[in-house]
């Protein structure tokens, strides 16, 4: 947060394998072996007085971008960090789909992956790193 705070860089390595996998509200056996990255721009940090101590302090990030998926063509890929002072991380990951004529999106893929930070030693799943 110190480092966000005072305008320096950060990125986000996701390594995926390491999280557990949540397909339509349902726990999956397995996550797949995918590794992503982010560079965290935009933030957004919620101190728990904000929800009268009901959850914890988090800050979440967010970005979309157009890629070329071989089973849905082009997609908007949409991911949002939520990082919890527990040090428990929160991954949304979507393909949203453009309908024709319409500001809608269709959503062809929606999965949340639920981790740990990686603090050097648990081998958590994911980690921040400041440029």
Known sequence: MSALNTGKSVKAVI?????????EGREQ??????????????????DSSVFKGKVPSFVT???TVLIN???YGYVY???KL??????SVE???????????????????DETFKGKMN?????????????
């Not at 397995?30 to 590794?35: L, Q």
């Not at 939520?82 to 040090?87: C, G």
């Not at 081998?123 to 440029?131: N, P, R, T």
């Open 119 to 131: 603090d050097g030693v648990n081998d958590g799943a994911v980690s921040f790193f400041i440029e």
């Open 69 to 71: 998926h071989p089973k």
């Open 15 to 23: 390594y995926y394998g390491k999280c557990k996998l949540y397909s």
């Open 91 to 109: 991954i949304t990951a979507r393909y949203l789909k453009p309908r024709k004529f319409s500001s809608k999106f269709k959503v062809v893929m």
């Open 29 to 46: 056996p397995e996550s797949p072996n995918a590794i992503g990255g982010m560079d965290i721009k935009t933030y957004e940090y919620f």
């Open 77 to 79: 890929n949409y991911v």
């Open 61 to 63: 990030t967010s970005q």
């Open 82 to 87: 939520k990082v919890r002072t527990d040090n």
